[in-house]
């Protein structure tokens, strides 16, 4: 059933050519609110993704939900002569294939901009485009290693600790995304595109955000701090008599009712950790102290007390109990989809609401080409052109 409102991206035709996560995940915000996003995939592309794995597994299935799926031989002259009719009327193009690849193919910016001046392009590649690494595939853990998340990450001389999500790859394609939109507003006013690129180094070192900025302008390098705040004390880990919470009241008005309502008033008075400097300085004290009253009790008691007296604490989840949360339930989240094959299931939603228009997922991953003929017949082919592009392999 049609939406009874158009969604906001709905005239938008997007051409996904990504592979692995970070491509698909800027497409997939693109085609979550309406897009009209049609993946172009080879025509062997039937089995197991390299990054995501089985086509019918939940990575895959919640990376490419609201596309449309076809099958296209670019290296083949017909393919590729398909793909630039596509290319005359699309607005975007996502890719993230590795630069001498996409020339190859002669769909390069330089490739589909003379056909589309109106056509947006936007590339995710390891290091960028050009420069010394240009060349050089990239993965997400390299970003994270080189990037100095992986420095920064992890207990105290622990050794370099890679975050437990691909954290570069998703911020690329978020990043991409958003470089799409900016794209697209300005295209409204000049009716030209752009080439819009990012990289996983970028992107990852962009995210290193106030750690960055400290070296920056202070010429201070971070290390690992595990589960403490790296600059704000106390915000950590603290134990329970059934597991662990988090607490964070580093601020002096926080640090002051944190005091009184653990039942320690005395430490606000205490002359090393009157600042926040101080704390830090004797960081292991404070966190030590903190914990030998916290260990006496429950999690939930603790969080009950602390929000009632406007102290931030949570608790520590397993991904089963996130799920579990009545205010992750609450935020829907967990998004119902109903599968021809796989049956119903949930996959994540958007993060992000626009008052008054749906989020649901409108259509299922499509099997690999489900939708080749559909598009093709849309760009006036004909039933016999399509058979005979599917006998000479370019389907």
Same mark, same amino acid.
Request: charged share 20%; with cysteine.
């Given at each position: 059933?049609?939406?009874? #409102?158009?969604?906001?991206?709905?005239?938008?035709?997007?051409?996904?050519?990504?592979?692995?996560?970070?491509?698909?995940?800027? #497409?997939?915000?693109?085609?979550?609110?309406?897009?009209?996003?049609?993946?172009?995939?080879?025509?062997?592309?039937?089995?197991?993704?390299?990054? @995501?794995?089985? %086509?019918?597994?939940?990575?895959?299935?919640?990376?490419?939900?609201?596309?449309?799926?076809?099958?296209?031989?670019?290296?083949?002259?017909?393919?590729?002569?398909?793909?630039? *009719?596509?290319?005359?009327?699309?607005?975007v193009i996502v890719e993230n294939m590795r630069a001498a690849v996409k020339h190859r193919l002669g769909i390069a910016w330089d490739d589909v901009h @003379?056909?589309?001046?109106?056509?947006?392009?936007? &590339?995710?590649?390891?290091?960028?485009?050009?420069? !010394?690494?240009?060349?050089?595939?990239?993965?997400?853990?390299?970003?994270?290693?080189?990037?100095?998340?992986?420095?920064?990450?992890?207990?105290? +001389?622990?050794? !370099? #600790?890679?975050? /437990?999500?691909?954290?570069?790859?998703?911020?690329?394609?978020?990043?991409?995304?958003? /470089?799409?939109?900016?794209?697209? =507003?300005?295209?409204?006013?000049? +009716?030209?595109?752009?080439?819009?690129t990012t990289s996983l180094l970028e992107a990852q070192t962009f995210m290193l955000d106030f750690q960055a900025a400290r070296w920056l302008m202070r010429?201070?390098? @971070?290390?690992?701090? +595990?589960?403490?705040?790296?600059?704000?004390?106390?915000? +950590?880990? =603290?134990?329970?008599?059934?597991?662990?919470?988090?607490?964070?009241? &580093?601020?002096? *008005?926080?640090?002051?009712?944190?005091?009184?309502?653990?039942?320690?008033?005395?430490?606000?008075?205490?002359?090393?950790? *009157?600042? $926040?400097?101080?704390?830090?300085?004797?960081?292991?004290?404070?966190?030590?102290?903190? @914990?030998?009253?916290?260990?006496? %009790? !429950?999690?939930?008691?603790?969080?009950?007390?602390?929000?009632?007296?406007?102290?931030?604490?949570?608790?520590?989840?397993?991904?089963? $109990?996130? =799920?579990?949360?009545?205010?992750? $339930?609450?935020?829907?989240?967990?998004?119902?989809?109903?599968?021809?094959?796989?049956?119903?299931? &949930?996959?994540?939603?958007?993060?992000?609401?626009?008052?008054? #228009?749906?989020?649901?997922v409108r259509s299922p991953t499509p099997n690999a080409g489900e939708h080749t003929a559909e598009v093709l017949l849309g760009l006036g082919y004909t039933?016999?052109?399509?058979?005979?592009?599917? $006998?000479?392999?370019?389907?």
């Open positions: 059933m049609a939406d009874p #409102v158009p969604l906001p991206l709905a005239r938008l035709v997007v051409l996904d050519l990504t592979l692995a996560r970070a491509g698909p995940t800027c #497409v997939r915000h693109l085609a979550d609110w309406g897009a009209d996003v049609i993946r172009i995939e080879p025509p062997d592309s039937v089995g197991i993704d390299d990054i @995501a794995g089985d %086509r019918d597994g939940p990575d895959f299935q919640n990376l490419h939900r609201n596309k449309r799926m076809m099958q296209l031989n670019l290296k083949s002259s017909d393919g590729l002569a398909a793909f630039m *009719r596509l290319v005359a009327t699309a607005d @003379a056909v589309n001046p109106r056509l947006v392009y936007a &590339s995710i590649s390891g290091f960028g485009q050009d420069g !010394p690494y240009g060349a050089r595939a990239g993965v997400d853990q390299i970003a994270q290693g080189m990037s100095g998340l992986m420095s920064i990450t992890g207990l105290p +001389g622990q050794g !370099p #600790v890679r975050a /437990g999500i691909p954290v570069a790859d998703l911020t690329a394609g978020n990043l991409l995304a958003l /470089g799409v939109m900016v794209a697209l =507003f300005e295209r409204e006013r000049t +009716g030209l595109g752009r080439w819009v010429g201070e390098v @971070a290390g690992q701090a +595990g589960n403490d705040h790296p600059t704000g004390i106390p915000t +950590g880990v =603290f134990p329970t008599t059934d597991g662990h919470i988090n607490i964070a009241a &580093s601020s002096a *008005r926080l640090w002051t009712r944190f005091c009184k309502t653990i039942g320690h008033a005395e430490w606000i008075g205490r002359e090393a950790w *009157r600042t $926040q400097a101080g704390r830090s300085a004797d960081r292991a004290a404070v966190n030590a102290a903190i @914990a030998e009253v916290t260990r006496t %009790r !429950p999690a939930a008691y603790w969080i009950e007390l602390f929000e009632r007296n406007g102290i931030p604490a949570g608790p520590i989840y397993s991904i089963d $109990q996130v =799920f579990a949360d009545p205010q992750v $339930q609450h935020l829907g989240i967990a998004t119902p989809v109903e599968h021809p094959r796989l049956g119903r299931s &949930s996959l994540v939603a958007s993060p992000l609401n626009l008052s008054s #228009v749906s989020k649901a039933d016999a052109e399509v058979e005979a592009l599917r $006998q000479n392999g370019a389907i």
